[in-house]
């Protein structure tokens, strides 16, 4: 059974600071990772999608790395700001359906 | 392009009530899959559709069931509504293409959600 856990819950930096979210998962059959934020009491917006044979995807400040092998994912924020204060979830996506961290909680101080 | 809408937004009912959301896709997307979002289970899936067929179904009691039309559009029904059916009810539509590669793209693209509060 897949499951993904994203470490760590919580964080907070100060604006500027470049930082690294962390995904894993335990099933390495998967068709891509996708990583999306969500704002209190909205949808979920996508950032980023990895395919299943791809290393690395980036959209301006973001980059989002996959190692299938290892069951790992990472985001890394450049130079964050405090609109990048959100929560970030990664979801793997297998059999028709995307299986979820409890994702990363971000504070951005200014 | 327009995004995935879900209606309604909010939607407040009570214990033993039905309770019908619906959802349209992008347009030209064909699958469709719903999700429930609570603050101590967090996101877990529903069930998916394509071209009107059930293809994966969550681990959730029959009381929630789906359907989608055959314009893609789709709706979930929670019946004899509990209190723990309090949640964010998202909805996200996929295009699912083989792309550069041969790999396949199924990037989800999500809705607002409807907020169901139960009473």
């Known amino acids: 059974k897949q499951e993904v856990t994203q470490i760590p819950a919580a964080l907070s930096v100060p604006e500027g600071e470049n930082l690294v979210l962390n995904c894993s998962f335990t099933?390495?059959?998967?068709?891509?990772l996708q990583w999306f934020r969500q704002d209190p009491g909205k949808g979920l917006t996508s950032l980023l999608l990895?395919?299943?044979s791809q290393r690395e995807q980036t959209s301006g400040r973001l980059n989002a790395s996959l190692d299938k092998s290892s069951g790992r994912s990472t985001l890394y924020i450049a130079a964050s700001q405090p609109g990048d204060s959100a929560t970030y979830l990664c979801a793997v996506d297998s059999n028709y359906q995307l299986i979820w961290g409890a994702g990363t909680k971000l504070i951005i101080k200014p | 392009k327009a995004g995935v809408t879900q209606t309604p937004r909010y939607l407040i009912k009570t214990r033993g009530q039905q309770v019908t959301l619906s959802c349209s896709p992008i347009s030209g997307h064909r699958s469709v899959s719903w999700y429930q979002q609570t603050p101590g289970q967090g996101l877990q899936f529903l069930f998916e559709?394509?071209?009107?067929?059930?293809?994966n179904k969550g681990n959730f009691p029959g009381r929630f069931s789906g359907r989608q039309f055959s314009n893609s559009r789709s709706e979930m029904n929670v019946s004899t509504l509990e209190l723990g059916d309090s949640a964010l009810y998202l909805c996200?539509?996929?295009?699912?293409?083989f792309g550069r590669g041969q790999l396949l793209n199924t990037e989800a693209f999500f809705g607002q959600g409807t907020r169901l509060t139960v009473v």
């Open positions: 099933d390495s059959a998967i068709y891509n």
């Open positions: 996200a539509s996929s295009l699912e293409f």
């Open positions: 559709y394509f071209s009107e067929t059930q293809r």
């Open positions: 990895i395919q299943s």
